[in-house]
Nanobody, 124 residues
Framework: QVQVLESGGGLVQAGGSLRLSCSASGRTTSTHTMAWFRQAPGRERDFVAGISWSGRNTDYGDSVKGRFTISRENDKNTIYLQMDGLKPEDTAVYYC?????????????????WGQGTQVTVSS
């Protein structure tokens, strides 16, 4: 079993930055690709960014390309999401997810373990 825990959410003004962290514990040897998703009230859970175990493969949702950067430190079993140029439409609960597979999937159903989420609110 793998436990996933997010941190770093908060309230920020439009144009500002935040960095989210996600730590994995437990059977982390089985953790390969990790990703960030987000869900705003009344909307589906959307893919934000994903990163493979090696860090060589990354993928971003269209709405965050060029503004968000995903990275990882495997010795700490931690991934990060640097969010710059934040917009009010980025407001959502951000979830970290992990999968035992090596592919960076965009579908939430491909991920095996999920965190509880952290709230990001961007004011205009």
């Amino acid at each position: 079993q793998v436990q996933v825990l997010e941190s770093g959410g908060g309230l920020v003004q439009a144009g500002g930055s935040l960095r989210l962290s996600c730590s994995a514990s437990g059977r982390t040897t089985s953790t390969h690709t990790m990703a960030w998703f987000r869900q705003a009230p009344g909307r589906e859970r959307d893919f934000v960014a994903g990163i493979s175990w090696s860090g060589r493969n990354t993928d971003y949702g269209d709405s965050v390309k060029g503004r968000f950067t995903i990275s990882r430190e495997n010795d700490k079993n931690t991934i990060y999401l640097q969010m710059d140029g934040l917009k009010p439409e980025d407001t959502a609960v951000y979830y970290c997810a992990a999968t035992q597979f090596g592919t960076v999937f965009r579908q939430a159903t491909e991920y095996d373990w999920w965190g509880q989420g952290t709230q990001v609110t961007v004011s205009s």
